[in-house]
Every structure is written in C-alpha cells, then in structure tokens.
C-alpha cells in the first residue's frame, strides 16, 4: 500500500538556522510527492512537488526538498529559518492515475526567535 | 479569482441535527474533495468527484452524502451529526491530470454536541 511517514511529530530550530523536516515515502511506481503547509487556523497551502527529473526541487517562501530514490525520502529544507516559517507541514504522495493524495500526519515546526 | 471558498467558517449542531457544507471553486477544476482534519490524525478523505454528476468514496465516508451538482460546487451533508463528527472540514479542488496540485478551502469548524 502506498503511505508516507513523517517520523517526527514536532522540530524546533532557531531563527537563522537551516531547518529539515523529514518525509519517507513507500509507493509503487513513480511517485509524485508534494508539501503543503498550514498556518494556524488556516488551509493548506501548496510549497512544492516533485513529478519527475531534477532531484531538487525549490518552492514558495524558500523552501526546496530534495528526492532521494535510494532513501525513499523526500525531506524539506530551508537554508535560514524564519520565525513566520512555524506551521505545520504535510508531506503528501501519489503515484499512477490515482487521483486521491494520501497524506503524512503532519510535522509542527516551532522557529524560535 | 477566489480560489476556493467554503460556507460556512464556524458551526455548532446538536447531535441529531443536519446540516450541508458548500465549497466552491472558480478555477474550472475538474476534480474536488472533502477531507476532515482531526488531531493526530492527518488528514482523512471523505469523499471526492472526479466531474460533475460523479461522486465517489473515500477513506471515511460514513455519516456523510455529497452532491456536484454543478462543475464549480461540491457539497457536503451530514444527516444526523454525532460528537464524532465535531472536526475542521477542508475542501480542495484539481485539475484532471494525478500529478496536479491540489488547492483548499479556508475549512470550517464543525462543533456537534
């Protein structure tokens, strides 16, 4: 069955530091993977996917992740964290002509000031 | 272009009492979607419509009907809420194609008591 982990409930990080919150994936075929990103009391907003060629992938806000097929992992960095960068991030995956996301539980991370 | 929007942001019910969630989407996707989001849980799909007149099953679709009645709508009814509805419902909207992002709602908190 395909699934997503997303092994850590919460990261916290300093502001300025760089940040990775972490997503393993298990599919079969190519998968397309995706990151959302929900701000408090808000919807989920698209950050990023990768469907196919480079492995790193850059998005909204200056985030990127990074496709790794040996690893089965697709982990989201940010070079320098922002305090307005505390959200709580979704890694998502699909893989064929199934038109349904299926959905990691969500990483919460805190960017201290 | 609003995106997606959903009616209403807030409400609360009485067990036993019904009530129909409206999401709307000014994109022309074809694709649409209910989710609930619960604490520690994820994200879980209720139902979703691959185009107008289409409807299909999710993860946790009991309890729940929906109609897309027209290509830009997608509703969502309870017909007898219970406590173990009380969640923050989130539509999404898609083009045709599985590796398209999938684009959400504000969501609404639903409060059964």
């Known amino acids: 069955a395909q699934s997503v982990a997303q092994p850590e409930d919460q990261v916290n990080v300093a502001e300025g530091n760089p940040l990775t919150v972490k997503c393993t994936y298990s599919?079969?075929?190519?998968?397309?993977l995706f990151w959302y990103v929900q701000y408090p009391n808000r919807g989920l907003q698209f950050l990023l996917k990768?469907?196919?060629?480079d492995n790193l992938v850059k998005g909204s806000y200056g985030f990127e992740a990074e496709f790794n097929k040996s690893q089965t992992s697709f982990h989201l960095k940010k070079p320098s964290a922002l305090v307005s960068d505390s959200a709580l991030y979704f890694c998502?995956?699909?893989?064929?002509?199934?038109?349904?996301?299926?959905w990691g539980l969500g990483t919460s991370l805190a960017v201290n000031p | 272009n609003a995106g997606v929007t959903q009616t209403p942001k807030f409400r609360v019910l009485k067990t036993g009492q019904s009530m129909t969630l409206l999401c709307a989407q000014d994109?022309?996707?074809?694709?649409m979607y209910w989710y609930r989001q619960d604490p520690g849980m994820g994200l879980r799909l209720i139902h979703y419509?691959?185009?107008?007149?289409?409807?299909a099953k999710g993860e946790v679709p009991d309890g729940y009907n929906v109609s897309r009645l027209k290509k830009q709508n997608f509703l969502l009814g309870l017909e007898s809420a219970a406590p173990s509805q009380t969640s923050v419902y989130f539509c999404?909207?898609?083009?045709?194609?599985?590796?398209?992002?999938?684009?959400f709602g504000p969501g609404t908190r639903l409060t059964v008591l």
């Open positions: 999404a909207s898609s083009q045709r194609e599985s590796k398209d992002t999938q684009y």
């Open positions: 994109m022309n996707h074809e694709y």
């Open positions: 419509s691959v185009g107008e007149g289409t409807t």
């Open positions: 599919v079969s075929g190519n998968p397309y």
């Open positions: 990768y469907i196919t060629g």
């Open positions: 998502a995956t699909n893989a064929g002509n199934n038109r349904k996301l299926i």
